[in-house]
């Protein structure tokens, strides 16, 4: 698909997306936050839901997470017109609390269809929730993080959620090393 087509093809995407009422969020959300960034991108980047901001915002990751994400990238010469950035819901749970499985089960099939017009060279898991979903059930973002692993014709991997980063400092340094190893890959 030539990017046009992956653009209007995504937009499509996302309008079906606005008129989900597959869950309860349906009920409770601002608005849908589908996603933002290059629909041609060779690295995809998945969260597990929108934030207050983002809810309220309908972009993902504008936060102080956001902004801290903005900074690990652009130490890897990538910024938001070189990556694309979604999340497993599109809408956002009341107290930001982790997503249930039934209503990642509702939303997961506008990241499958994400994925399958974007289809970026690599996955990144932005935290746990993520790389449960994406990866395995039985991830561990403590002794996993930063390793790839093949799924689906994909190589994937899972790094700190950047809120997580936020609350525990000390995880920055495994994040850049995560990072460094993303821009390895990407550019073997």
Known sequence: MTVEEKSASLAELRESCLSCHG?????????VVFGKGNPDA???????APGEKEDLSGQPFVGA????????LNFIELGL??????????????????PLPEEQ?????????????????????LGRIAAMRVIKPDFRITAEH?????????????????????RDPRKKTDMLNDFKEIERHIKK
């Not at 869950?23 to 608005?31: E, F, G, H, S």
């Not at 997470?65 to 690990?72: C, P, Q």
């Not at 089960?105 to 898991?125: D, S, V």
Request: overall charge positive; some cysteine.
């Open 23 to 31: 869950c309860a969020l349906a009920d409770t959300r601002t608005n």
């Open 105 to 125: 089960n509702a939303c997961i099939g506008f990241l499958r269809e994400q994925l399958k017009i974007i289809e970026p060279k690599a996955i990144i898991c």
């Open 42 to 48: 060779d690295i995809l980047f998945i969260g597990e």
């Open 65 to 72: 997470a956001g902004k801290l994400l903005d900074k690990y």
């Open 81 to 98: 017109d070189d990556v694309y950035i979604a999340n497993i819901l599109k809408c956002r749970p009341p107290k930001n609390r982790d």
């Open 146 to 166: 930063g390793q790839w692993f093949e799924k689906g014709g994909y190589s994937i991997m899972a790094v700190y959620h950047p809120a997580a980063l936020l």
